[in-house]
């Protein structure tokens, strides 16, 4: 903004709207900008094409995980209603967690662990959150048995064999 002959800066608020569109088949998401008080106008379009690869390769690594897990004896995760899901994690009920974790980490495989606690994120005081221990015992049980398998999309099936061969090994 030009006053007095000189620029000076002025913040203003923005505002960015966001949908998904169809053009001839493929999925898009538009990126709409309104300066707060002015006009909107298109900033950005981002194709969706990979999007769709890496998600049906995580149900791929899903099916695998679902129908070799299933042989060795795990409860494999189930889907209610017919959702369907991507597998961004592939979570897993298992006991003796922590001494899983260490294993597959002297493996060099990294299980997830999002889920630590029944309150969400983390904290380490749950009275902070007005959390009283025993209030949700499931909650808790499953906590302390949940980890999440990887689902990298550029795993190999060879690389989630070897997941799957090393819980046969524990």
Not at 51 to 77: H, M, Q, T, V, W
Not at 98 to 119: A, T
Not at 143 to 148: E, F, L, V
């Amino acid at each position: 903004q030009k006053i007095n002959s000189r620029w000076e800066k002025s913040l203003k608020d923005v505002i960015y709207y966001e949908f998904v569109a169809v053009l001839k088949e493929i999925r898009v998401k538009v990126i709409v900008k309104e300066v707060v008080g002015g006009e909107k106008y298109f900033w950005s379009i981002i194709p969706f094409w990979k999007l769709d690869k890496i998600n049906n390769r995580r149900r791929e690594i899903a099916s695998i995980y679902n129908k070799e897990l299933k042989k060795i004896g795990f409860n494999i995760p189930k889907l209610i209603n017919n959702a369907e899901s991507i597998y961004l994690r592939y979570p897993l009920l298992i006991n003796n967690k922590e001494k899983v974790i260490n294993y597959f980490k002297d493996n060099q495989i990294i299980l997830g662990e999002w889920f630590k606690s029944p309150v969400h994120p983390k904290i380490y005081n749950l009275k902070e959150a007005y959390y009283k221990k025993g209030s949700c015992q499931k909650a808790e049980e499953v906590c302390s048995k949940i980890i999440n398998l990887p689902t990298n999309p550029k795993m190999t099936n060879k690389d989630v064999k070897r997941v799957i061969r090393l819980f046969g090994k524990i």
